[in-house]
């Protein structure tokens, strides 16, 4: 910090002490000018000048450290009135900053929020002639035709049923209604809207629904089993897919287990980071990498783990594990 202070001031001290020196030599050359009581005064400028120095140095430093501190805080009313017109101009200067910063971002929080209000329109406005369009296709005779527009409809329907939760997922704390909810009509209604695809993929399940009642969200625990059950289709092929739900330890479990091609050892960490697919499968047209990801999220509100177990070429076994009722105390007053 001192090497900065000098070099950012060594104009000026170099005309001081030119100065200074300046007058040594015309003492020196003058005959008339006294030497000695020259370099007396000379050497006390330079005291009193290094004195001069040393108290700047001590204050611009306190001063430079305080803008430090407070370099990640956006209230400039706690910084120190500045003593100099230095300071005043480097102070005038960072609040003109923090109020530029405090403009751009309220102004990109507003643009954000207006993009996803009006994405949440859109979607809700596609609902109306997706749903025309199932009825339409459920009057279709030709049993092949009909059930391969129904695929590809629910397609369409999963994905913005993924994109319109994943922008409410932001606020999903004021989106939460905790109540008694029947495990196994949510499964056997998920069941039901992945029947077309489960059958063009020749996949069965094995319901073992031994607990049927869980506290939590209803909505989101369903769109949670909605994710599990994707995934577990889109990767198995020609075998059940086996649910259970059981009880151990005062805890409700729920055990989604598929026969499929399994997760690779290495991509177990990541399976639920945003955006992530496969290494092993890197090249899959059908993978988002979004589905576990807001899944995770979602039961990390409901206060519900998500445990995953797979072997390679063998299958994957993922647990959601429900939390007690007193867990929920803190988060309504049930």
């Known amino acids: 910090m001192i090497r900065r202070f000098i070099k950012e001031r060594r104009s000026w001290i170099f005309l001081v ?75 005038q200067q960072m609040i003109n900053q923090i109020e530029w910063l405090k403009r751009v971002n309220s102004e990109n929080s507003m643009a954000l929020e207006q993009e996803k209000d009006d994405l949440l329109s859109w979607i809700h406005e596609v609902k109306t002639p997706l749903t025309a369009m199932h009825l339409m296709i459920e009057r279709i005779e030709d049993k092949e035709l009909k059930a391969s527009l129904t695929y590809e409809w629910l397609r369409i329907h999963l994905l913005l049923d993924q994109q319109l939760h994943q922008k409410r997922i932001s606020s999903i704390e004021n989106d939460l209604f905790i109540e008694q909810v029947d495990v196994e009509s949510i499964v056997i209604k998920e069941i039901k809207t992945l029947q077309t695809w489960c ?14 009642e869980v506290l939590c969200d209803a909505k989101w625990l369903a769109f949670i089993i909605r994710q599990l059950l994707t995934n577990a289709v889109k990767y198995s092929s020609q075998s059940d897919i086996s649910i259970t739900s059981y009880q151990q330890g005062g805890q409700t479990f729920l055990e989604v287990r598929d026969f499929g091609r399994g997760i690779d050892p290495k991509d177990l960490t990541r399976i639920f980071d945003k955006g992530f697919t496969s290494t092993t499968n890197h090249d899959d047209q059908n993978a988002t990498g979004m589905g576990l990801y807001l899944a995770k999220k979602a039961a990390k509100s409901l206060k519900i783990t998500i445990l995953v177990q797979s072997i390679l070429g063998e299958g994957t076994t993922i647990t959601l594990t429900f939390p007690k009722r007193n867990d929920f105390v803190n988060m309504i007053g049930v």
């Open 17 to 91: 002490l030119s100065l200074q020196l300046l007058f040594i030599f015309v003492a020196y050359i003058d005959s008339m000018i006294p030497l000695k009581p020259t370099i007396y005064i000379v050497f006390l400028s330079a005291i009193i000048f290094s004195v001069f120095l040393i108290i700047r140095y001590i204050k611009e430093t306190a001063f430079y450290h305080s803008l430090e501190e407070r370099e990640n805080n956006l209230d400039f009313t706690s910084i120190p009135e500045p003593e100099s017109p230095f300071e005043n101009i480097v102070q």
């Open 199 to 212: 059958i063009q993929q020749r996949i069965g399940f094995d319901i073992h629904i031994n607990e049927t």
